[in-house]
């Protein structure tokens, strides 16, 4: 009985030194050596050797991996990419400046992005990091109407052609932003929502803040339509602060849609502790209700919206001078404030307090996203800084977030908001054996945002490397050329 013991024992040790000679002498694509690897859902934090073949990890070991490229990561945090769940500028300028930032994964689900199926077109093959987008509810509810054809095609033109349709897409909503629909209409909007669902759609933008005319019972119908499909509504919501987030929690509740809240800060101001208490509490009752920060105290917005009709100043507890107009970098006069209000184009918004940011980003659940402007020199800096700022300020500097706890909140928590109706999610936002290989590298000592709002957008500094799918779109801090590993992210409904 004892020797038969000890074969068996024999047997396993000789099969186990078979395995670890394998896998030891096993090349990968890539091998990541000797970084602090941590992984947000299995609470790996250690010192690990990451391989990666045919764009995913397929090893992490103590022991040593021999690669065709061996890179010595030592001192350095090996992370899963970033994922931005609120991005505006959806081109290779702006994911340039993602890439900076860590970002491997960037979306559109906000307000979302007309004509998904030829969008999706021109960005295929072209795309630095991972990108996707929400049905453009705006823009859809335009079309109901009927009003705006030729418009509609000429905006069509344009983003078939890879223009980014930004001032078109708002000259259009300005238009009908403050009308109702019909029953008629509405009806005709749920069939053109659920074809764009087909198309790739990531969800439902509901950017209802922009668009005083949309009725309760428009937007309750399209909570309804989002709750029988299990899809999220992503909303920027009414005016009201907290009473606003409550309203949309009710219509989630009510209807079961998923629902993500947009910057929380922005929308809730002095109330954003009310909102969060609001939001949490639901989470513990078990609805799928999440929300998300950026980590500055100005916001940033096109100065022809309806956010700017009277009272305004009140709203947002500034006047005139508290707006910066991008183009130029001024701040605005009554005068000015009239001009360019005519004419069109983005300001930024200084009208948050420090402490209000300080206590949505320590809230255990809020998932930190960008809310990222398409490029501009003057732009607001979140365009490139958000996820490094984090880091410098508020895990290095003020010690209000343990380094992995802001790691989760770009990462593991972002992807499983998106893993119900887009299930590649599922395989992002880890650093796990069989997962995407989306991977950044950073200098935690080091890591800051270097955007500004006096000199623009700059790249943040201390990310090493960032890889998408395997293939290295930075390294050394530096961006690669002409490489495109970005692929496409569709929601569930995709055919």
Not at 54 to 80: A, F, Q, W, Y
Not at 433 to 439: F, K, N
Not at 445 to 453: Q, R
């Given at each position: 009985?004892?020797?038969?013991?000890?074969?068996?024992?024999?047997?396993?040790?000789?099969f186990?030194?078979?395995?670890?000679?394998?896998?030891?002498?096993?090349?990968?694509?890539?091998?990541?050596?000797?970084g602090?690897?941590?992984?947000?859902?299995?609470?790996?934090?250690?010192?690990?050797?990451?391989?990666?073949?045919?764009?995913?990890?397929?090893e992490?070991?103590?022991?040593?991996?021999?690669?065709?490229?061996?890179i010595?990561?030592?001192?350095?945090?090996?992370?899963?990419?970033?994922?931005?769940?609120?991005?505006?500028?959806?081109?290779?300028?702006?994911?340039?400046?993602q890439?900076?930032?860590?970002?491997?994964?960037?979306?559109?689900?906000?307000?979302?992005?007309?004509?998904?199926k030829?969008?999706?077109?021109t960005r295929?093959?072209?795309?630095?990091?991972?990108?996707?987008a929400?049905?453009?509810?705006?823009?859809?509810?335009?079309?109901?109407?009927?009003?705006?054809?030729?418009?509609?095609?000429?905006?069509?033109?344009?983003?078939?052609?890879?223009?980014?349709?930004?001032?078109?897409?708002?000259?259009?909503?300005?238009?009908?932003?403050?009308?109702n629909?019909n029953?008629?209409?509405?009806?005709?909007?749920?069939?053109?929502?659920?074809?764009?669902?087909?198309?790739?759609?990531?969800?439902?933008?509901?950017?209802?803040?922009?668009?005083?005319?949309?009725?309760?019972?428009?937007?309750?119908?399209?909570?309804?339509?989002?709750?029988?499909?299990?899809?999220?509504?992503?909303?920027?919501?009414?005016?009201?602060g907290?009473?606003?987030?409550?309203?949309?929690?009710?219509?989630?509740?009510?209807?079961?849609?998923?629902?993500?809240?947009v910057?929380?800060n922005?929308?809730?101001?002095?109330?954003?502790?009310?909102?969060?208490?609001?939001?949490?509490?639901?989470?513990?009752?078990?609805?799928?209700?999440?929300?998300?920060?950026?980590?500055?105290?100005?916001?940033?917005?096109?100065?022809?919206?309806?956010l700017?009709?009277?009272?305004?100043?009140?709203?947002?507890?500034?006047?005139?001078?508290?707006?910066?107009?991008?183009?130029?970098?001024?701040?605005?006069?009554?005068e000015?404030?009239?001009?360019?209000?005519?004419?069109?184009?983005?300001?930024?918004?200084?009208?948050?307090?420090p402490?209000?940011?300080?206590?949505?980003?320590?809230s255990?659940?809020?998932?930190?996203?960008?809310?990222?402007?398409?490029?501009?020199?003057?732009?607001?800096?979140?365009?490139?800084?958000?996820?490094?700022?984090?880091?410098?300020?508020?895990?290095?500097?003020?010690?209000?977030?343990?380094?992995?706890?802001?790691?989760e909140?770009?990462?593991?928590?972002?992807?499983?908001?998106?893993?119900?109706v887009?299930?590649?999610?599922r395989?992002?936002?880890r650093?796990?054996?069989?997962?995407?290989?989306?991977?950044?590298?950073?200098?935690?000592?080091?890591?800051?945002?270097?955007?500004?709002?006096?000199?623009?957008?700059?790249?943040?500094?201390?990310?090493?490397?960032?890889l998408?799918?395997?293939?290295?779109?930075?390294?050394?801090?530096?961006?690669?050329?002409?490489?495109?590993?970005?692929?496409?992210?569709?929601?569930?409904?995709?055919?």
């Amino acid at each position: 009985m004892k020797n038969s013991i000890h074969l068996v024992i024999a047997v396993v040790l000789w099969f186990s030194t078979l395995s670890v000679f394998a896998q030891t002498n096993t090349q990968f694509d890539i091998v990541l050596s000797g970084g602090r690897v941590i992984d947000p859902e299995t609470k790996l934090d250690a010192i690990r050797n990451v391989g990666i073949r045919d764009g995913r990890i397929v090893e992490i070991s103590s022991n040593s991996l021999t690669g065709k490229e061996t890179i010595d990561v030592s001192g350095l945090v090996v992370s899963p990419g970033f994922i931005d769940l609120h991005v505006h500028g959806m081109t290779n300028v702006e994911q340039e400046y993602q890439a900076h930032d860590g970002v491997t994964s960037a979306f559109e689900l906000e307000g979302g992005i007309p004509f998904l199926k030829e969008w999706y077109a021109t960005r295929t093959g072209k795309a630095i990091i991972n990108y996707g987008a929400s049905v453009e509810w705006p823009m859809l509810r335009v079309k109901a109407t009927g009003k705006y054809d030729k418009e509609l095609a000429q905006l069509k033109s344009a983003l078939a052609k890879g223009e980014s349709g930004d001032g078109k897409t708002w000259g259009i909503i300005g238009k009908y932003g403050y009308e109702n629909l019909n029953k008629e209409q509405t009806a005709r909007l749920l069939e053109y929502i659920s074809a764009s669902l087909d198309e790739g759609g990531i969800g439902i933008g509901i950017p209802v803040g922009y668009l005083p005319g949309a009725t309760r019972e428009e937007v309750f119908e399209i909570y309804k339509l989002a709750g029988e499909k299990k899809v999220p509504i992503i909303s920027h919501v009414r005016e009201g602060g907290a009473i606003a987030v409550q309203q949309a929690i009710s219509d989630a509740v009510v209807t079961n849609a998923p629902l993500h809240v947009v910057h929380i800060n922005s929308v809730t101001l002095s109330e954003i502790d009310l909102a969060i208490e609001m939001i949490n509490t639901a989470q513990k009752r078990g609805f799928d209700i999440t929300t998300e920060i950026y980590p500055y105290t100005a916001a940033s917005t096109s100065l022809e919206s309806a956010l700017f009709d009277e009272g305004w100043q009140d709203k947002f507890g500034i006047s005139y001078d508290g707006l910066q107009w991008v183009a130029t970098g001024e701040r605005l006069t009554k005068e000015t404030f009239i001009k360019y209000r005519k004419e069109g184009g983005v300001v930024i918004i200084h009208m948050m307090k420090p402490e209000w940011i300080k206590s949505g980003i320590s809230s255990i659940n809020t998932m930190i996203a960008s809310d990222g402007m398409p490029y501009a020199k003057l732009a607001h800096p979140r365009t490139a800084g958000t996820f490094s700022r984090v880091f410098g300020k508020y895990v290095r500097e003020e010690k209000i977030l343990s380094l992995p706890a802001a790691i989760e909140k770009m990462t593991l928590l972002p992807a499983k908001r998106l893993e119900g109706v887009a299930p590649i999610m599922r395989f992002k936002g880890r650093i796990q054996v069989g997962t995407d290989a989306d991977i950044t590298v950073f200098d935690p000592n080091k890591i800051v945002d270097k955007a500004t709002f006096e000199k623009g957008l700059a790249f943040s500094e201390g990310v090493q490397f960032v890889l998408v799918n395997g293939v290295f779109v930075l390294k050394e801090g530096k961006t690669v050329k002409d490489v495109f590993p970005g692929q496409p992210v569709y929601g569930k409904y995709k055919r």
